[in-house]
Antibody
Framework: EVQLVQSGAEVKKPGESLRISCKGS????????ISWVRQMPGKGLEWMGR????????NYSPSFQGHVTISADKSITTAYLQWSSLKASDTAMYYC????????????WGQGTMVTVSS | DIQMTQSPSSLSASVGDRVTITCRAS??????LAWYQQKPGKVPKLLIY???TLQSGVPSRFSGSGSGTDFTLTISSLQPEDVATYYC?????????FGGGTKVEIK
């Protein structure tokens, strides 16, 4: 079964660093980009950026460029989303997603990781 | 960057009604347009890709049309289980922007 399994919920303080993960299984991990999508409480979906796990090439949304880092370790079929200094406004649900074969629409989604940043 | 504008932001319709949601791109995106359904507290689900291709398992009451800059998602006969927020997304090139969403409720 093709799936993306994300790491668990996190509660952090402003200024702390964080890395959340998304593990792919059931398919060739290096054949599909992994995207990250933010959903703030009660708000819509926002595409943050994506990574090609075969060579770690990344694209970022201008809204998120410089605020987060997307990386991947193909040896353990895992993609990451990382912050060096969290803000309260980073409180959101974060999803990873993978396109389907032959098309770039997001067929496979992770279950989501809730990140809460509060002092 | 290309902006995606959905309308309306919300709607209320009766069971059995025909519902239409529109998505407009600020520049042409050919047919690289997808629609997702997100039910409360759930993960988004792909409904339609390449503007009009129904994802496997999606009921045939859902359909998509359009090209270039103007796109439409239609629910031919609204059902109670269709209560959700619907998002369009362009994916011709990065950034893969989502529309703002349309919340569909039952009247």
């Amino acid at each position: 079964e093709v799936q993306l399994v994300q790491s668990g919920a996190e509660v952090k303080k402003p200024g702390e660093s964080l890395r959340i993960s998304c593990k792919g299984s059931g398919y060739r991990f290096t054949s599909y980009w992994i995207s990250w999508v933010r959903q703030m409480p009660g708000k819509g979906l926002e595409w943050m950026g994506r990574i090609d796990p075969s060579d770690s090439y990344t694209n970022y949304s201008p809204s998120f460029q410089g605020h987060v880092t997307i990386s991947a370790d193909k040896s353990i079929t895992t993609a990451y989303l990382q912050w060096s200094s969290l803000k309260a406004s980073d409180t959101a649900m974060y999803y990873c997603a993978r396109p389907q074969y032959g098309d770039n629409a997001f067929e496979i989604w992770g279950q989501g990781t809730m990140v809460t940043v509060s002092s | 960057d290309i902006q995606m504008t959905q309308s309306p932001s919300s709607l209320s319709a009766s069971v059995g009604d025909r519902v239409t949601i529109t998505c407009r791109a600020s520049q042409g995106i050919s047919n690289f347009l997808a629609w997702y359904q997100q039910k409360p507290g759930k993960v988004p689900k792909l409904l339609i890709y390449a503007t009009s291709t129904l994802q496997s398992g999606v009921p045939s009451r859902f359909s998509g049309s359009g090209s270039g800059t103007d796109f439409t998602l239609t629910i031919s006969s609204l059902q109670p289980e269709d209560v959700a927020t619907y998002y369009c997304q362009k994916y011709n090139s990065a950034p893969l922007t989502f529309g703002g969403g349309t919340k569909v409720e039952i009247k």
